[in-house]
């Protein structure tokens, strides 16, 4: 007898291990926990449901407000640390209730047990219940205290599905769980008993006096003062569901489709600023037409952290492709590659702030540039063709600086360009002719305030700031100078800058066909980028950057703090002096007879690069005409010149540029006929080019109320072979010799200029029609 009451036991023992081995502990389901995308301080710009559609964040104790723990075991399971996973005395009780009474009075579960019937679900039936039993004795056997209380945590019901009290609280009181009240936490301790009848978006009377049942229980058993049990039942129990925020949306999807199983990822974005923007920004779209979008990105330049991302001004409204993340869409960057090829052109030596770049008719090969306002200027500096973005001298900088060289260097810096099926980098490239990012352009434009150092940008804080060299410290500076010091935005704009006392550098940029509109800023600080445009890339006419973008750039730059009264270093190797045109050196190194024009410079180390030649021809040549003169001032030749000729040097200047130049200043003028007795070399000037059938500065009327506009015939005498006719800088026609070009303009003022293939320009400007 002894030996088998030594052996029951054994048995016993024998058979719950078998037994636990065979039914192990259920665990929750593999399905994962919804995800949370965070901001920097780790409140939630956007959740996620589980693959089941669930809604369960991850919680533990440690990180649950603690007055919510004392509600949830007070009500639940007082004796929650001191049974081994059933309470005897509380079944014993539930049981003489039930049978007293003929229905349920107090419930007889652990929170244990409530823990295996989430993991194990049963039929509420005698066999049920003990299933119930063994597999919460089975969970304390496995689990600690704190390690189910976790699970109950991340568990419990809250109706629909809506998992945890993470979840809880998110849905219905909008706030981590960690910061309830003593009323919230007593409501969301008691929901779990009764989720679908407790519900406090739909039911929120039941809710409230199922909260105040608790709340009395709390002060009984003198966990909660009377004093803080009074003020919790003041608090009504919200009667309206809350949606789960929705910031951030495009990137807080393309996070959580980029980044592995991580459930909570915290993020550089500042909340304020990005709910900030996207309210703003959609009211701002408002006005545009449908299928219209907008797209924002800030950047903090100390480490290209990204404080704000807003893809699309509507997201979800189909109308407008609220769908489309913008800032990471391939698109045509217009103009806005620009302060890159200058800021490199610096850096090499080809220019400087003040170089003589030539606004003027060009033919290269098939492509003819235009400008995107009409007409040509003619002579401009290197700050004022970037400043106004003038296209004829940015393709003339791109040609002596190299397509390829500059897309490899921006590919190097973190800029990827995309060119057509087939298509390699060209000069059209710097007028919007290949593809980039938002998010990618930003990035490369923080350089300008980062002494050059570009990086990809940074969405969250454990990403390592990976640097990458685009242009030196110097020529950064200056290139964000040339563009700071750009009077010619909208008196909003003026105001911004005059008010803030701060530098702020900004470009803008419109693809062909008003598809894309761009706008970048740069302060010391921040780097802002926009887009506005039609997803689907079609035509927006009249919305260009300085129109839709530059306005709401220069709201979001004004809303970012910390931007007055900034100022960005300059570099000790950069000096400010006096430049000659049209030669391009310095005054102080430069003869007076050859300095026609004086124009303030920034130069790197006193470097002063000559006016760029024609290309083909040596890049250090001097655009100056050497030659012997005798008494009389005519030009002769060594072999025949006596010893009373000296020698001469003229600064001349391009020769597309003579038609905008004071006639003193003309090769012409200045290059002397040569001596009847000695035949001098040949002068460059050859016989000028001349627009003849109409004269510079007329007007051309009808000749009655009703007659149509005056249909002028025009041709070109002078220069050499096939002549190109542009009207207000567009290219219209090609002739040969004196062919006849007709123009038939509509009314108004026009500027008609001829290129002939040796380089010469002639223009003249003429108003059509009656002058109101």
């Known amino acids: 007898m002894f030996r088998v009451l030594l052996i029951s036991p054994f048995f016993l023992l024998v058979t719950l291990l078998a037994l636990d081995t065979i039914f192990p502990p259920p665990l929750p389901e593999t399905h994962g926990f919804a995800r949370v995308v965070a901001d920097r301080h780790g409140k939630p710009l956007r959740f996620f449901a589980d693959n089941r559609g669930v809604w369960r964040y991850p919680i533990t104790q440690d990180e649950v407000a603690p007055r919510f723990i004392e509600a949830l075991l007070t009500y639940e399971d007082r004796y929650f640390y001191q049974h081994p996973g059933i309470n005897p005395f509380a079944l014993v009780r539930a049981a003489s209730q039930y049978l007293r009474n003929g229905h349920v009075v107090s419930g007889g579960s652990t929170l244990t047990m409530q823990v295996a019937r989430l993991l194990d679900p049963h039929h509420r039936t005698l066999i049920g219940k003990t299933k119930q039993m063994l597999r919460a004795l089975q969970l304390e056997w496995h689990f600690s205290k704190q390690e189910i209380l976790d699970l109950y945590l991340n568990l419990a019901p809250y109706g629909g599905n809506i998992e945890g009290v993470e979840a809880a609280s998110r849905l219905y009181l909008r706030k981590s769980s960690a910061d309830l009240t003593h009323a919230e936490a007593a409501l969301l301790a008691v929901l779990p008993q009764a989720p679908s009848r407790l519900r406090p978006d739909r039911y929120p009377n039941r809710a409230q006096k199922a909260r105040d049942k608790v709340l009395t229980r709390l002060q009984v058993y003198g966990v909660w003062s009377a004093n803080e049990v009074e003020r919790a039942q003041l608090e009504n129990v919200y009667a309206e569901r809350l949606e789960f925020p929705q910031n951030a949306p495009h990137l807080s999807r393309w996070l959580v489709e980029s980044i592995g199983d991580q459930e909570v990822i915290i993020t550089t974005i500042d909340g304020n600023i990005q709910r900030g923007l996207e309210d703003y920004l959609r009211d701002y779209m408002e006005s545009y037409p449908q299928k219209t979008s907008a797209a924002v990105i800030v950047l903090e330049n100390s480490d290209l952290s990204v404080r704000a991302y807003v893809g699309a001004s509507h997201f979800g409204d189909r109308r407008r492709y609220g769908y489309v993340d913008m800032a990471r869409a391939t698109r045509s960057p217009g103009s806005t590659l620009k302060p890159f090829l200058y800021g490199l052109a610096i850096d090499g030596d080809l220019i400087h702030s003040a170089s003589l770049l030539s606004d003027a008719p060009r033919i290269y090969g098939d492509y003819r540039p235009e400008n995107f306002h009409r007409g040509f200027s003619g002579p401009v500096s290197a700050t004022a063709a970037l400043q106004r973005s003038l296209n004829v001298p940015a393709v003339q900088l791109l040609e002596h600086y190299g397509p390829g060289r500059f897309a490899a260097t921006l590919e190097n810096a973190g800029l990827s360009l995309q060119f057509p099926s087939g298509g390699k980098p060209n000069l059209a490239m710097i007028l919007g002719g290949a593809g980039t990012r938002l998010d990618q352009l930003t990035g490369l434009y923080a350089a300008l305030a980062r002494g050059g150092l570009s990086a990809a940008p940074r969405y969250l804080p454990e990403t390592p700031l990976r640097e990458r060299y685009l242009m030196s410290a ?177 600064a001349l200047w391009p020769k597309e540029l003579e038609s905008w130049l004071p006639t003193n200043q003309t090769r012409n003028q200045q290059i002397p006929p040569t001596a009847p007795e000695c035949n001098a070399p040949t002068a460059t000037t050859g016989t000028p080019l001349k627009i003849v059938g109409a004269i510079n500065g007329n007007q051309y009327l009808p000749t009655g109320n009703s007659a149509p506009l005056p249909r002028i015939n025009l041709s070109a005498i002078g220069g050499q072979g096939k002549r190109y006719w542009f009207i207000n800088g567009e290219p219209k026609d090609e002739t040969l010799g004196t062919q006849n070009f007709a123009l038939s303009p509509q009314s108004g003022q026009h500027q008609i200029a001829v290129l002939d293939e040796s380089g010469n320009v002639d223009r003249i400007e003429i108003y059509v029609g009656i002058n109101d």
């Not at 935005?489 to 530098?503: E, F, P």
């Not at 006193?606 to 040549?621: F, H, V």
């Open 474 to 650: 110097e020529a950064a500076w200056i290139t964000f100078e040339m563009l700071a010091s750009n009077s010619g935005g909208s008196r909003r704009w003026r105001n911004l800058v005059r008010q803030s006392k701060a530098d702020i550098a900004w470009k803008t940029g419109t693809s062909y066909g008003y598809r894309d509109a761009w706008a970048i800023g740069v302060t010391p600080s921040y780097t802002v980028g926009i887009w506005v445009g039609r997803p689907d890339s079609t035509p927006l006419p009249g919305y260009y950057g300085s129109i839709s973008a530059t306005p709401l750039l220069n709201a979001v730059i004004s809303s970012l703090p910390g931007n007055k009264q900034q100022r960005l270093a300059r570099p000790e190797s950069i000096i400010q002096t006096e430049i000659c045109w049209p030669l391009g050196g310095q005054k102080s190194l430069t003869e007076d007879e050859l300095c026609h024009q004086l124009r303030n410079a920034w130069l790197i180390k006193g470097r002063a690069p000559r006016t760029l030649p024609p290309k083909g021809e040596p890049l250090r040549a001097a655009q100056t005409y050497h030659f012997f003169a005798n008494q009389q001032g005519l030009r002769v030749k060594p072999s025949c010149m006596d010893s009373s000729a000296t020698k001469r040097s003229l």
